[in-house]
């Protein structure tokens, strides 16, 4: 994706950016899942090959001034541009987790990296 759509780099600037598809294929092949609740909240923790783990939790999308599914489902924009005005997404709910693609301007969750 072009820096100009990459909102974690326009907002946190620097070395930070959206993850691509690859990197959020990797958390769904190389990575164990374990859906849980941390301080309320509902989502995954993540744990890699090294044993280190992220929370991802489960906000839901914002279309409009609403938000679906929160608590039940997790969408997780990536950087990596599917044709046009559509991303790659990584999607979860309590039993499943994948990649699709979807329009841009629905309101996804953003999960900042830095190189």
């Known amino acids: 994706m072009a820096a100009s759509y990459d909102v974690a780099r326009h907002e946190w600037g620097g070395k930070w950016r959206l993850p691509t598809k690859t990197e959020q294929e990797e958390l769904c092949s190389e990575c164990s899942w ?14 890699g090959p090294n044993g280190n783990s992220i929370f991802l939790p489960a906000a839901g999308y914002r279309y409009g001034m609403s938000i679906y599914y929160e608590g039940k489902n997790g969408y997780y924009w990536s950087s990596t541009i ?24 629905d309101g996804l969750t953003v999960r900042p990296v830095t190189d």
């Open 34 to 47: 374990e859906w849980t609740t941390l301080n309320g909240v509902n989502g995954y923790r993540i744990t």
């Open 82 to 105: 599917y044709c046009s005005l559509n991303s790659y997404y990584l999607y979860y709910d309590n039993s499943y987790h994948g990649m699709y693609y979807y329009a841009r301007y």
